[in-house]
């Protein structure tokens, strides 16, 4: 018998599925536990089920945090960024990054296998869009942190979707893992420390602004010209940026939250100053944060970084302007933590 797999479901999934197999409806609550706010990886942790209820769970689900293995991990020197290649049941693999910040822990998860999109400076997409995660396969990346953090009575207090892959074209599984993460039963991690970051597909920002939720929204901007954006991300051709803006916008206005625009700085291409004045011309008097990224170097793609000086002139110079700004704290530089470099080596040594 093919197994069903039991993370992702909610309570009122969870509620069905037991029922169909004879158990009372309040074990639901209990199974809802110990998947989303105790962790467990196993049915056999499950201590306030019998043994048979256990087995017989046991014999009907798959639990996808106790399924995973770990492919490839790292950890920084500085020890505060810890990176993990997942490897999936059905072969496929993802990564997913678990930070230390002075707030707390928070995870970058994954959103799809591969990614479409074919940024010219990213790793995600090097061998193309293999799939979508399902919920479970969402929750399963937290949740192998979370397994080992609760441990020592830690917890991942974060969540940004921030991962391999576009979550706006895989929406739907995002929000189904986001909202059992964010259950008073379970992690009740509140959306306001949820982050969807999205290279500005604007049918997907529209969606989550009717859904009416208080995540916050990034968007990957990078280049604030048609023409140059058009080189760098295939999907402004899609949707130029001037709509993932405006959709933006409207956004901000349902939740009230700042939208964050991502820019990295690509040396020589849209670090200069004419560059930030573009940046500037768009995003004036919007209700935003620019987060500047030093690019990661992909050896793939051949971008490299700015030096700390332009970084610094291109920052003053939107400071200038009023505009919030900041720059991304580096974080697990030393291991390749840019998204889809690690499985990208890995896909090469398998080549080799
Ligand atoms: N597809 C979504 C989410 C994944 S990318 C999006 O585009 O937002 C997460 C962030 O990492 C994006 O801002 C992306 O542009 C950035 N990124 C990609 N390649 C990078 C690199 N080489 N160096 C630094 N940041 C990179």
């Not at 969870?14 to 009372?24: I, P, R």
Request: with cysteine.
């Amino acid at each position: 018998m093919n197994k069903r797999e039991i993370m992702g479901l909610d309570l009122p999934e969870l509620q069905e599925a037991l029922m169909s197999l004879g158990l009372k409806k309040f074990r639901a609550e209990q199974v809802f536990r110990w998947l989303y706010e105790k962790a467990a990886v196993s049915f056999d942790e499950m201590s306030n089920l019998s043994k048979e209820t256990r087995a017989l769970l046991a014999a009907h689900f798959t639990i996808a945090a106790g399924e995973v293995r770990v492919l490839k991990e790292y950890r920084s020197a500085d020890g505060l960024t810890h990176k993990v290649l997942l490897g999936l049941p059905d072969g496929a693999s993802v990564e997913t990054v678990l930070m230390h910040h002075d707030y707390g822990y928070s995870a970058c998860l994954s959103s799809q296998v591969g990614c479409a999109m074919n940024c010219a400076f990213c790793a995600s997409g090097l061998h193309g869009f293999v799939r979508n995660l399902t919920a479970a396969e969402i929750l399963a990346q937290l949740y192998y942190f979370q397994n080992r953090l609760q441990k020592t009575g830690d917890r991942v207090s974060r969540v940004v979707i921030m991962g391999s892959g576009e979550p706006m074209l895989n929406l739907e599984q995002v929000l189904k893992a986001l909202d059992v993460l964010h259950h008073d039963k379970g992690q009740c991690i509140g959306y306001r420390n949820m982050t969807i970051s999205t290279c500005g597909v604007v049918p997907g920002i529209e969606e989550l602004t009717r859904q009416g939720r208080t995540i916050n929204l990034a968007i990957s901007l990078h280049a604030a010209t048609e023409e140059l954006r058009n080189r760098l991300m295939p999907v402004n051709r899609r949707y130029p940026f001037q709509q993932a803006v405006a959709a933006a916008d409207a956004y901000e206005k349902m939740n009230g939250r700042q939208v964050m625009y991502e820019y990295i700085l690509l040396a020589g291409i849209n670090d200069r100053e004419s560059d930030a004045r573009a940046l500037a011309d768009v995003l004036a008097h919007r209700e935003c944060v620019v987060n500047l990224i030093p690019a990661n170097p992909v050896p793939e793609k051949g971008f490299a970084r700015p030096d700390d000086r332009q970084v610094d002139r291109f920052f003053q110079y939107l400071k200038k302007r009023h505009i919030n700004v900041t720059v991304r704290k580096e974080m697990g530089k030393d291991i390749n933590a840019a998204c889809g470099q690690l499985r990208a080596s890995m896909i090469k040594e398998a080549k080799a």
